[in-house]
């Protein structure tokens, strides 16, 4: 009898006994988790990813995307910036031009997507014409969100910018703000992008912006950035308005230095009088 109560007593203790404590049970170990990315990677990694169509991208003379002859005065251009820009300690880059149509938004594309190929640095385009966006037709997207919502903290930037490749990220917009003046001065503008570049840690940031004389836009928005290049257009831009747009901009940010856009080799020296 006692026997039997002892053989009782064991086999309930067995059975309260935890699993994987013993008593032939299987004990299941968790597989090792991979560590996924963490810090800026899972970050940019966390940024929806782009789909670009070869033929939107020719369509708009964005030509960046692989090295060919056709990107080298590109890489050229995005190598030398890159270099002016490192040794001054510089992150951010204006693109402007004297008057419209004089090729921002097609030098802004090219040099983001040029910058995309430089592994290891990470690239940000920021579509700040705001009267007038077109970055989301060029790379042909529709943003769900637009810069504005950003930059006045009802969505966060990384629900609304997307990336191309691992390292370029661009936030753009397909609506056009009711006061851009107001969105470009706003110190909320500034503390907005200093959080991004805190939390993303871009290499370059790049804006295209307005021209200079047609608005007060570019002018309201340089205070943020450490330097601009200034598009002229052969046969478009006249001296005059180049040199008027470079003085103007030299009062707020460093000029680094002027493209001269769809210059023909062997064309009239007359082309940018
Ligand atoms: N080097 C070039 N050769 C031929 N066409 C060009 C060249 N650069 C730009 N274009 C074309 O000129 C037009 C204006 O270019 P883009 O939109 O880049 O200029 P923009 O200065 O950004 O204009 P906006 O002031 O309207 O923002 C576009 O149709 C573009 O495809
Ligand atoms: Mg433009």
Known sequence: MEKLQAALAKARSDRSAPRGAGGGLKVRVPRPVRPGPTGQDALWQGLPAMRLSDRALAKHRIVTREASDDSTPFDIMRTKILLQMQQNGWSRLAVTSPMPQSGKTTTACNLALGLGRQNGLRAML??????DPSVHAFFEQTPDHTIGEVLSQDVDFADQALRIGDNVAVSMSNRVEDDPTRILLSEKTEDVLDSIQDRYKPDIMIFDLPSVLVGDNT???LKNVDCALIIARANTTRYAQFDTCERE???????LGVVLNAFRHGAAQNDFE
Do not use: G, Q, S
């Open 219 to 221: 002018r309201a928005f």
């Open 249 to 255: 901009i030299a009062e707020h940010t460093n000029v």
């Open 126 to 131: 920021f579509d700040f014409d705001l009267n």
